[in-house]
């Protein structure tokens, strides 16, 4: 069975740093696209970073352009978001989300993401 778990959050001070998880199994990530979602309170979930199967290509919303930075590990079926700079309005829920292409070497972050974890809490707060 496919799962992610995603796992590193926490509560944080402005200008902080979070390093957040997400763990697959059940499946090889090999082939999938990889992304992180975020739902602060009262609002949709949105999509801030990408990547692609092999890694090469990643992508991230403006709100976290130059402060977020998204990786992966397929040998170890890991995905990363390192997050610096942290501000209040990156409070939210964080998911990790996948999606599988045969063929697509660039992730896009609107995508039909297929399976997602079940988040993780993150508070940016003095």
């Known amino acids: 069975q496919l799962q992610l778990v995603e796992s590193g959050g926490g509560l944080v001070q402005p200008g902080g740093s979070l390093r957040l998880s997400c763990a697959a199994s059940?499946?090889?990530?090999?082939?999938?696209?990889l992304s992180w979602f975020r739902q602060a309170p009262g609002k949709e979930r949105e999509a801030i970073s990408c990547?692609?199967?092999?890694?090469?290509?990643?992508k991230y919303a403006d709100s976290v352009k130059g402060r977020f930075t998204v990786s992966r590990d397929n040998a170890k079926k890991m995905i990363y978001l390192e997050m610096n700079s942290l501000k209040p309005e990156d409070t939210g829920v964080y998911y990790c989300?996948?999606?599988?292409?045969?063929?697509?070497?660039?992730?896009?972050?609107?995508?039909?993401?297929?399976?997602w974890g079940q988040g993780t809490q993150v508070t940016v707060s003095s």
């Open positions: 989300a996948a999606v599988r292409h045969m063929f697509s070497e660039l992730c896009v972050l609107k995508d039909s993401w297929e399976y």
């Open positions: 059940g499946f090889t990530l090999n082939y999938y696209h």
């Open positions: 990547i692609s199967k092999s890694g090469s290509n990643t």
